[in-house]
T-cell receptor, first 113, second 112 residues
Framework: AQKITQTQPGMFVQEKEAVTLDCTYDTSDQSYGLFWYKQPSSGEMIFLIYQGSYDEQNATEGRYSLNFQKARKSANLVISASQLGDSAMYFCATVFGNEKLTFGTGTRLTIIP | DSGVTQTPKHLITATGQRVTLRCSPRSGDLSVYWYQQSLDQGLQFLIQ???????AKGNILERFSAQQFPDLHSELNLSSLELGDSALYFC???????????FGEGSRLTVL
Protein backbone atom coordinates (compact mmCIF):
# COMPACT_ATOMS: atom_id res chain seq x y z
CA ALA A 1 0.00 0.00 0.00
CA GLN A 2 1.16 3.51 -0.71
CA LYS A 3 2.02 5.40 2.42
CA ILE A 4 3.49 8.68 3.62
CA THR A 5 5.17 9.13 7.00
CA GLN A 6 6.17 12.12 9.08
CA THR A 7 8.01 10.87 12.15
CA GLN A 8 8.40 14.16 14.03
CA PRO A 9 5.19 15.10 15.88
CA GLY A 10 6.76 18.30 17.17
CA MET A 11 9.95 20.33 16.88
CA PHE A 12 11.34 23.35 18.69
CA VAL A 13 13.90 25.45 16.84
CA GLN A 14 15.71 28.64 17.73
CA GLU A 15 14.87 31.64 15.59
CA LYS A 16 17.24 32.16 12.62
CA GLU A 17 18.37 28.55 12.63
CA ALA A 18 17.68 26.20 9.73
CA VAL A 19 15.22 23.39 10.28
CA THR A 20 14.61 20.12 8.47
CA LEU A 21 11.22 18.44 8.59
CA ASP A 22 11.27 14.76 7.66
CA CYS A 23 8.98 13.01 5.22
CA THR A 24 9.27 9.51 3.80
CA TYR A 25 6.97 7.72 1.42
CA ASP A 26 6.43 4.27 0.10
CA THR A 27 5.33 3.58 -3.43
CA SER A 28 6.12 1.38 -6.39
CA ASP A 29 4.90 4.04 -8.82
CA GLN A 30 7.53 5.72 -10.97
CA SER A 31 5.55 8.90 -11.48
CA TYR A 32 4.41 10.83 -8.45
CA GLY A 33 4.41 14.27 -6.90
CA LEU A 34 5.46 15.49 -3.48
CA PHE A 35 4.06 18.55 -1.74
CA TRP A 36 4.53 20.47 1.48
CA TYR A 37 1.77 22.54 3.04
CA LYS A 38 1.84 24.86 6.05
CA GLN A 39 -1.13 25.20 8.39
CA PRO A 40 -0.86 28.12 10.84
CA SER A 41 -3.05 28.33 13.91
CA SER A 42 -5.66 30.20 11.88
CA GLY A 43 -6.34 26.94 10.06
CA GLU A 44 -5.80 27.64 6.38
CA MET A 45 -3.66 25.32 4.26
CA ILE A 46 -0.84 27.15 2.51
CA PHE A 47 1.04 25.51 -0.35
CA LEU A 48 4.81 25.78 0.08
CA ILE A 49 6.64 23.67 -2.45
CA TYR A 50 6.27 20.87 -5.00
CA GLN A 51 8.66 18.22 -6.36
CA GLY A 52 7.92 15.86 -9.21
CA SER A 53 9.47 12.41 -9.16
CA TYR A 54 11.25 13.04 -12.47
CA ASP A 55 12.63 16.41 -11.43
CA GLU A 56 16.41 16.15 -11.20
CA GLN A 57 16.91 19.36 -9.29
CA ASN A 58 15.66 19.85 -5.75
CA ALA A 59 12.77 22.30 -5.66
CA THR A 60 13.31 25.66 -3.98
CA GLU A 61 10.89 28.47 -3.13
CA GLY A 62 12.48 31.34 -1.26
CA ARG A 63 13.52 30.08 2.17
CA TYR A 64 11.98 26.66 1.49
CA SER A 65 13.78 23.85 -0.25
CA LEU A 66 12.89 20.22 -0.70
CA ASN A 67 15.67 17.71 -0.13
CA PHE A 68 14.52 14.98 -2.51
CA GLN A 69 16.32 11.64 -2.20
CA LYS A 70 14.51 9.33 -4.54
CA ALA A 71 16.43 6.16 -3.73
CA ARG A 72 15.71 6.64 -0.04
CA LYS A 73 12.13 7.71 -0.77
CA SER A 74 12.45 10.84 1.31
CA ALA A 75 11.31 14.39 0.66
CA ASN A 76 12.43 16.51 3.58
CA LEU A 77 11.51 20.17 3.82
CA VAL A 78 14.32 22.55 4.74
CA ILE A 79 13.49 26.01 6.04
CA SER A 80 16.47 28.31 6.15
CA ALA A 81 16.81 31.19 8.62
CA SER A 82 13.63 30.34 10.52
CA GLN A 83 11.30 33.13 11.61
CA LEU A 84 8.68 33.34 14.35
CA GLY A 85 6.01 33.30 11.66
CA ASP A 86 7.16 29.84 10.62
CA SER A 87 5.54 28.38 13.73
CA ALA A 88 2.79 26.15 12.35
CA MET A 89 1.83 22.60 11.44
CA TYR A 90 3.60 21.30 8.36
CA PHE A 91 2.16 18.54 6.23
CA CYS A 92 3.91 16.47 3.62
CA ALA A 93 1.61 15.15 0.93
CA THR A 94 1.89 12.99 -2.14
CA VAL A 95 -0.02 12.06 -5.22
CA PHE A 96 0.86 8.61 -6.55
CA GLY A 97 -0.50 7.97 -9.99
CA ASN A 98 -4.09 8.37 -8.87
CA GLU A 99 -5.23 11.87 -8.39
CA LYS A 100 -5.94 12.38 -4.74
CA LEU A 101 -3.47 14.01 -2.42
CA THR A 102 -2.58 11.87 0.60
CA PHE A 103 -1.29 13.71 3.64
CA GLY A 104 1.09 12.71 6.39
CA THR A 105 0.18 13.24 10.03
CA GLY A 106 2.07 16.52 10.23
CA THR A 107 4.84 18.09 12.29
CA ARG A 108 4.15 20.95 14.67
CA LEU A 109 7.04 23.41 14.39
CA THR A 110 7.60 26.00 17.10
CA ILE A 111 10.17 28.73 16.60
CA ILE A 112 11.68 30.02 19.82
CA PRO A 113 12.75 33.68 19.98
CA ASP B 1 -6.21 34.27 -1.05
CA SER B 2 -6.26 30.91 -2.84
CA GLY B 3 -9.33 31.72 -4.89
CA VAL B 4 -11.31 28.85 -3.36
CA THR B 5 -14.32 30.05 -1.38
CA GLN B 6 -16.02 28.02 1.32
CA THR B 7 -19.20 28.87 3.19
CA PRO B 8 -20.06 28.97 5.99
CA LYS B 9 -16.77 29.57 7.79
CA HIS B 10 -18.22 28.48 11.11
CA LEU B 11 -21.27 26.39 11.89
CA ILE B 12 -22.63 25.17 15.20
CA THR B 13 -25.41 22.64 15.22
CA ALA B 14 -26.88 19.82 17.28
CA THR B 15 -26.60 16.06 17.00
CA GLY B 16 -29.00 14.52 14.54
CA GLN B 17 -29.15 17.61 12.36
CA ARG B 18 -28.16 18.03 8.74
CA VAL B 19 -25.87 20.69 7.27
CA THR B 20 -24.62 21.66 3.84
CA LEU B 21 -21.16 23.01 3.21
CA ARG B 22 -20.56 24.90 0.01
CA CYS B 23 -17.43 25.32 -2.08
CA SER B 24 -16.69 27.53 -5.06
CA PRO B 25 -13.47 26.43 -6.74
CA ARG B 26 -10.98 28.70 -8.42
CA SER B 27 -12.17 30.01 -11.74
CA GLY B 28 -11.67 27.34 -14.36
CA ASP B 29 -10.67 24.56 -11.95
CA LEU B 30 -12.47 21.34 -12.84
CA SER B 31 -11.34 19.17 -9.92
CA VAL B 32 -12.83 19.64 -6.47
CA TYR B 33 -11.73 17.73 -3.40
CA TRP B 34 -13.19 17.51 0.10
CA TYR B 35 -11.07 16.79 3.16
CA GLN B 36 -11.94 16.40 6.83
CA GLN B 37 -9.55 17.46 9.59
CA SER B 38 -10.57 16.49 13.10
CA LEU B 39 -8.93 18.06 16.15
CA ASP B 40 -5.17 17.62 16.02
CA GLN B 41 -5.54 15.17 13.15
CA GLY B 42 -4.19 15.10 9.67
CA LEU B 43 -6.35 15.58 6.64
CA GLN B 44 -8.57 12.71 5.64
CA PHE B 45 -9.62 12.59 2.02
CA LEU B 46 -13.37 12.32 1.61
CA ILE B 47 -14.25 12.60 -2.05
CA GLN B 48 -13.19 14.10 -5.37
CA UNK B 49 -15.16 15.40 -8.33
CA UNK B 50 -13.93 16.22 -11.79
CA UNK B 51 -16.14 18.27 -14.07
CA UNK B 52 -19.29 17.13 -12.35
CA UNK B 53 -18.42 13.45 -12.07
CA UNK B 54 -17.33 11.62 -8.95
CA UNK B 55 -13.71 10.64 -9.50
CA ALA B 56 -12.48 9.11 -6.26
CA LYS B 57 -13.88 8.26 -2.88
CA GLY B 58 -12.03 8.09 0.40
CA ASN B 59 -13.15 7.61 3.96
CA ILE B 60 -16.53 9.21 3.50
CA LEU B 61 -19.32 8.02 5.75
CA GLU B 62 -22.64 6.92 4.30
CA ARG B 63 -24.27 9.79 6.21
CA PHE B 64 -22.24 12.17 4.06
CA SER B 65 -22.81 12.94 0.42
CA ALA B 66 -21.49 15.42 -2.07
CA GLN B 67 -22.03 16.66 -5.56
CA GLN B 68 -20.53 19.02 -8.08
CA PHE B 69 -22.88 21.16 -10.09
CA PRO B 70 -22.64 22.25 -13.74
CA ASP B 71 -21.18 25.61 -12.66
CA LEU B 72 -18.48 23.54 -10.89
CA HIS B 73 -19.34 24.58 -7.35
CA SER B 74 -19.66 21.70 -4.94
CA GLU B 75 -21.66 20.91 -1.84
CA LEU B 76 -20.93 18.48 0.97
CA ASN B 77 -24.01 17.31 2.83
CA LEU B 78 -23.62 15.91 6.33
CA SER B 79 -26.66 14.29 7.92
CA SER B 80 -27.58 12.64 11.22
CA LEU B 81 -24.70 14.52 12.72
CA GLU B 82 -22.75 13.05 15.61
CA LEU B 83 -20.36 14.68 18.06
CA GLY B 84 -17.45 13.05 16.25
CA ASP B 85 -18.30 14.89 13.05
CA SER B 86 -17.01 18.10 14.60
CA ALA B 87 -14.08 19.03 12.40
CA LEU B 88 -12.64 21.45 9.91
CA TYR B 89 -13.85 20.60 6.43
CA PHE B 90 -11.69 21.74 3.58
CA CYS B 91 -12.51 22.09 -0.05
CA UNK B 92 -9.67 22.25 -2.54
CA UNK B 93 -9.46 22.63 -6.28
CA UNK B 94 -6.99 22.25 -9.10
CA UNK B 95 -7.25 22.85 -12.83
CA UNK B 96 -6.91 19.20 -13.81
CA UNK B 97 -6.14 15.84 -12.29
CA UNK B 98 -2.57 16.69 -11.23
CA UNK B 99 -0.57 19.55 -9.75
CA UNK B 100 -0.91 21.81 -6.75
CA UNK B 101 -4.10 21.67 -4.78
CA UNK B 102 -5.48 25.08 -3.76
CA PHE B 103 -7.33 25.03 -0.45
CA GLY B 104 -10.19 27.11 0.80
CA GLU B 105 -10.11 28.47 4.34
CA GLY B 106 -12.27 25.65 5.59
CA SER B 107 -15.64 25.33 7.25
CA ARG B 108 -15.41 24.66 10.97
CA LEU B 109 -18.30 22.48 12.08
CA THR B 110 -19.12 22.08 15.74
CA VAL B 111 -21.73 19.50 16.72
CA LEU B 112 -23.09 19.90 20.25
Amino acid sequence: AQKITQTQPGMFVQEKEAVTLDCTYDTSDQSYGLFWYKQPSSGEMIFLIYQGSYDEQNATEGRYSLNFQKARKSANLVISASQLGDSAMYFCATVFGNEKLTFGTGTRLTIIP
Amino acid sequence: DSGVTQTPKHLITATGQRVTLRCSPRSGDLSVYWYQQSLDQGLQFLIQYYNGEERAKGNILERFSAQQFPDLHSELNLSSLELGDSALYFCASRPGPFGELFFGEGSRLTVL
